[in-house]
DNA sequence: CAGGATCCCTTCCGATACTG
DNA sequence: CAGTATCGGAAGGGATCCTG
């Protein structure tokens, strides 16, 4: 286990890691490319408040860390497919278990603001 | 379980919640006050590159949340203390799940990204 | 169809100075 | 000690136009 003293490293390595998943793009996109490959149209539709520059650049820095892998069908007009790695599908465990958190406190989390926000009169 | 569709909505709620969870410093703040509460002063020594202001401003939206709570003791010079709440505390679990991934695939990602770089000439 | 390139606006965030 | 207030640079990210 990482003791949070190394995470508090400026330097720590896994902090670009966990960056990465706490991005929101890309924590979107690996959820819609869980159960099938999606070419690159299909993806943009499927996120549909994502620009098309976002998607290029999240899809890059995705493949550049392994977690995507991206396939050319040299076909007119081309064809590209996206797909999760098996290190992009072994992280779908700890990602679930976080939505699974947030889907459970929403309603707790929610009360909280409110009654912080009211307080602030 | 929340399915990809209603995250892919942008106005879902469960979306500002992971947006808080994967921010940076909320992560680090977070894992920091797990063992036990902390003073302003002893948690900007121990993140020891976060600036006032961002300490000061993340710590406010983790107790709007309800993630954390804040005590002030009316002393001169005055102290307040910082807590994570029962709320709080339960999001360690999924959060710790992640930083083993992280910790565990580091050397994979870490590959990944040298193969990538090296092949971008 | 799948991007690359450019422009430009907003938000983030660090540095600094000040206060009860 | 534990903040608040203000300024300004850096980065994030949308809109638009262009191409193999």
Same mark, same amino acid.
């Given at each position: 286990?990482?003791? *949070?003293?190394?995470? #508090? $490293?400026? =330097?720590? *390595?896994?902090?670009?890691?966990?960056? +990465?998943? %706490? =991005?929101?793009?890309? /924590?979107?996109?690996?959820?819609?490319?869980?159960?099938?490959?999606?070419? /690159? %149209?299909?993806?943009? +539709?499927?996120? =549909? =408040?994502?620009?098309?520059?976002?998607? &290029?650049?999240?899809? @890059?820095?995705?493949? +550049? $860390?392994?977690?995507? $892998? #991206? &396939?050319?069908?040299? &076909? &007119? !007009? *081309?064809?590209?497919?996206? @797909?999760?790695?098996?290190? %992009?599908?072994?992280?779908?465990?700890?990602?679930? %278990?976080?939505v699974?958190w947030a889907d459970?406190?929403l !309603?707790?989390?929610?009360?909280? @603001?409110?009654? /912080? $926000?009211?307080?602030?009169?």
């Amino acid at each position: 286990m990482v003791t *949070p003293r190394e995470l #508090r $490293d400026p =330097d720590c *390595p896994i902090r670009s890691v966990l960056d +990465r998943i %706490g =991005d929101k793009w890309s /924590f979107l996109l690996i959820l819609t490319l869980a159960p099938r490959p999606h070419r /690159f %149209g299909e993806l943009r +539709r499927a996120v =549909d =408040d994502i620009s098309q520059r976002m998607l &290029t650049q999240t899809l @890059r820095s995705l493949q +550049r $860390d392994g977690l995507v $892998d #991206r &396939t050319v069908f040299p &076909t &007119t !007009p *081309p064809s590209v497919e996206y @797909r999760l790695t098996a290190l %992009g599908l072994s992280l779908l465990e700890p990602m679930r %278990g976080l939505v699974a958190w947030a889907d459970l406190q929403l !309603p707790a989390i929610t009360g909280a @603001r409110a009654r /912080f $926000d009211a307080a602030q009169v």
